[in-house]
């Protein structure tokens, strides 16, 4: 798995790193075909009263990109949120694969009574 972690207008420091390695983690147990993950921390200053903080995540899995975004005030919180986005979305993704493959309706076993 790749992993690139960056920020935009922001310096990406050890304890940002480690925090978003940590939540990552939670998702990557889920599913574990993950081929590349692009983690975009950004800081909007677009007035000095109301500076948003922005966390985006877009992951390569087998057979699909999976793109999430969040915004709040305070990036960790933006993290958390994001995580949270980001494992629902993969484990719909994991349920679809493996639901994929299930018994046709002509075949499934009927009991008369």
Do not use: P, W
């Not at 081929?35 to 087998?62: F, I």
């Not at 919180?77 to 994001?82: K, M, N, Q, V």
């Amino acid at each position: 798995m790749n992993l690139t972690i960056s920020g935009h207008h922001l310096e990406v420091t050890q304890a940002l790193r480690e925090y978003v390695l940590n939540k990552l983690s939670r998702v990557i147990r889920h599913f574990d075909q993950v081929v590349d993950v692009n983690v975009l921390l950004t800081v909007e200053k677009q007035k000095e009263k109301d500076r948003r903080q922005r966390a985006e995540v877009t992951m390569h899995v087998k057979g699909r990109e999976i793109f999430c975004e969040h915004a709040h005030e305070d990036l960790y919180a933006a993290i958390d949120e994001l995580m949270d986005k980001l494992d629902r979305q993969v484990c719909r993704h994991k349920d679809r694969v493996q639901n994929h493959h299930h018994a046709s309706a002509k075949r499934m076993d009927v009991s008369a009574g």
